[in-house]
Nanobody, 127 residues
Framework: VQLQASGGGLVQAGGSLSLSCAAS????????MGWFRQVAGKEREFVAT????????FYADSVKGRFTISRDNTKNMMYLQMDSLKPEDTAVYYC?????????????????????WGQGTQVTVSS
């Protein structure tokens, strides 16, 4: 399985960026995909998760109302639309995925709940 994240870049505060994550290597679809981010020297933190069937989406409090996670089931693609960006959103953004068994929603923000990780894409928000 490969997860390829793309779309990062440099943007001014208040601007927008859109990230994409392409999942490949399996014929079936993932059960859950999510975004995490990490600032150098700090722990990786949860950003958002989307379940592949049904409407369930979850967001970290820090991004609620500004970020929108979505998916394209036909392409096994996940997206993160980031609006009203703040300098504190600067980080390397990683996509993650889980196949197979269902994920209990209380564990969506736990890194160990995900089986596969992408390489990360840098997002830099200037003040």
């Amino acid at each position: 399985v490969q997860l390829q994240a793309s779309g990062g870049g440099l943007v001014q505060a208040g601007g927008s960026l859109s990230l994409s994550c392409a999942a490949s290597g399996r014929a079936d679809s993932p059960s859950v995909m999510g975004w995490f981010r990490q600032v150098a020297g700090k722990e990786r933190e949860f950003v958002a998760t989307i379940f592949w069937s049904g409407p369930r989406r979850f967001y970290a409090d820090s991004v609620k109302g500004r970020f929108t996670i979505s998916r394209d089931n036909t392409k096994n693609m996940m997206y993160l639309q980031m609006d009203s960006l703040k300098p504190e959103d600067t980080a390397v953004y990683y996509c993650a995925a889980k196949w197979g068994s269902r994920m209990i929603t209380s564990y969506v923000s736990t890194q160990s709940s995900y089986d596969y990780w992408g390489q990360g894409t840098q997002v830099t928000v200037s003040s």
